[in-house]
């Protein structure tokens, strides 16, 4: 747990290499796609009361551009590129460039939902974060988290060179789903939906092309998408995705 990354691992170049390598795609990008899922998602278990949700590691801001309208977003992130851009891509939301390790500035029991996409996986200590979030949670708040899911079904069939959970040398805290869930009912929340992503991440097996190898794994994950649902099996997901609710 006292493992951490070096924060000069977080550069614009990292993130546009990691995060947003297809958003050239647009509407065709899975980070399009995401982005809409997610803002569903939201919608649907946090309260309907034009609260304030926090996103940590807001990145780009599309994320919270997308709920401005129906949350007071407050996005936080490490690198000052990523504030420059959620101002731009969330005009009505706050950002400011602070480390999601301390979240002492933010007022206890005021937020409806916080949203922490492919970030718990990069503290050195989520156990600690994930007290701090569910402090300051109104009751009925939802904590939203997607992460690695390192027991995955077919990630046994992946080399390291082409494993997207292995490969990033800051991925320095990966755990299976149950460390995750007893993390969040220690600090008193309750896991109400957790699901996986699909089996996006091919090629699984040698030969077959990718394309073809995406028709036979991956469609899964994108009907799930378009749908709007949360049916993915947790072995079926290279990511998993949780929302825990405070009572």
Not at 89 to 104: C, F, G, I, R, V
Not at 167 to 188: F, L, M, Y
């Amino acid at each position: 747990m006292s493992q951490q990354a070096p924060r000069e691992h977080y550069t614009r170049e990292y993130f546009e290499k990691w995060n947003y390598a297809d958003r050239g795609l647009g509407r065709f990008s899975m980070y399009w796609f995401a982005r809409r899922y997610y803002t569903a998602l939201v919608k649907r278990y946090a309260p309907n009361d034009g609260g304030n949700l926090l996103e940590m590691g807001c990145g780009l801001g599309h994320l919270l551009g997308l709920l401005q309208d129906d949350f007071h977003c407050i996005g936080i992130d490490l690198i000052d590129y990523s504030i420059e851009q959620t101002k731009l891509n969330a005009p009505k939301a706050e950002a400011y460039q602070m480390d999601a390790t301390d979240l002492s500035r933010f007022d206890k029991g005021t937020f409806s939902a916080v949203v922490a996409l492919h970030l718990v996986e990069h503290l050195p200590d989520p156990q600690g974060t994930i007290r701090q979030v569910a402090d300051l949670l109104k009751p009925g708040g939802i904590f939203l988290f997607a992460t690695p899911q390192p027991d995955y079904s077919l990630r046994r069939f992946k080399d390291r060179e082409n494993d997207a959970i292995g490969k990033d040398k800051t991925h320095i805290n990966v755990h299976p789903p149950q460390q995750w869930r007893a993390w969040c009912e220690a600090n008193g929340l309750k896991m109400v939906k957790h699901f996986g992503d699909g089996l996006w991440d091919v090629p699984y097996l040698p030969i077959i092309p990718k394309a073809v190898q995406f028709g036979m794994f991956g469609l899964p994950a994108l009907a799930q998408v378009l749908t709007r649902t949360t049916w993915t099996p947790l072995s079926m997901g290279v990511n998993q995705i949780g929302i825990a609710r405070k009572p």
